[in-house]
């Protein structure tokens, strides 16, 4: 069982390029999430689906889309990398809100 | 919003030793949960323990428990016999959406 696979582990970007975080989890599980990790502030909610074609903002949205077309996926783009989205990327899943959530592996990513 | 304190940046403890991690929250809901997770070097982030807060007992894991008080919203999670494996960060999250502290780092002594 694979749970949670995040890819790519590690990006540089330079500033102004634009990528795509894959997130996919096998465990069927509705709800999604993507996090942010900076060191002295948690982890931050960056955007969240709770099913296919459902998503919504978190704390920190900007500069950050998602979709969801399946139930597996849920990528995170950045449209226009900036140095200020240097960070640890975290997608998770559980199988409804306040259940036991799954982390991928995390990507760090560092824009220059 | 929401928002978890986590007032020790660092905390240290002898092997086999009692520590306790602090964690308080804010919120204006009556029903919730709360949650502690553990994140080694690996960065892998690991379940704890979880609290429902309906429910007046205070869930407990092996070696790991809480203090849940909700009228003070405070939330410290107890880890006995304190073990190499245990050094990590610990983070305390609150509800649906997982609202984290800051963490605190755990370090264990030989």
């Known amino acids: 069982n694979a749970g949670v696979t995040q890819t790519p582990k590690f990006q540089v970007l330079k500033t102004g390029q634009s990528m795509t975080l894959q997130c996919a989890q096998d465990m069927n599980h509705e709800y999604m999430s993507w996090y942010r990790q900076d060191p002295g502030m948690g982890l931050r909610l960056i955007h969240y689906s709770v099913g296919a074609g459902i998503t919504d903002q978190g704390e920190v949205p900007n500069g950050y889309n998602v979709s969801r077309s399946t139930t597996e996926d849920f990528p995170l783009r950045l449209l226009s990398a900036a140095p200020s989205q240097t960070s640890v990327y975290f997608c998770a899943s559980s199988s409804f809100l306040n259940t036991e959530a799954f982390f991928g592996q995390g990507t760090r990513l560092t824009v220059v | 919003a929401q928002t978890v304190t986590q007032s020790q940046p660092e905390m240290s403890v002898q092997e086999a030793e009692t520590v306790t991690l602090s964690c308080t929250y804010d919120?204006?809901?009556?029903?919730?949960?709360l949650f502690w997770y553990k994140q080694p070097p690996s960065r892998q982030m690991i379940l704890v323990i979880r609290?429902?807060?309906?429910?007046?007992q205070n869930a407990t894991e092996n070696r790991f428990s809480v203090n849940f008080q909700k009228a003070a919203k405070s939330f410290s999670l107890k880890i006995s016999d304190s073990q190499l494996g245990d050094a990590a960060m610990y983070f305390c999250a609150y509800g649906n959406k997982l609202v984290f502290g800051a963490g605190t780092i755990l370090r264990v002594k030989s």
């Open positions: 609290q429902e807060a309906y429910k007046q």
């Open positions: 919120t204006s809901e009556s029903d919730y949960y």
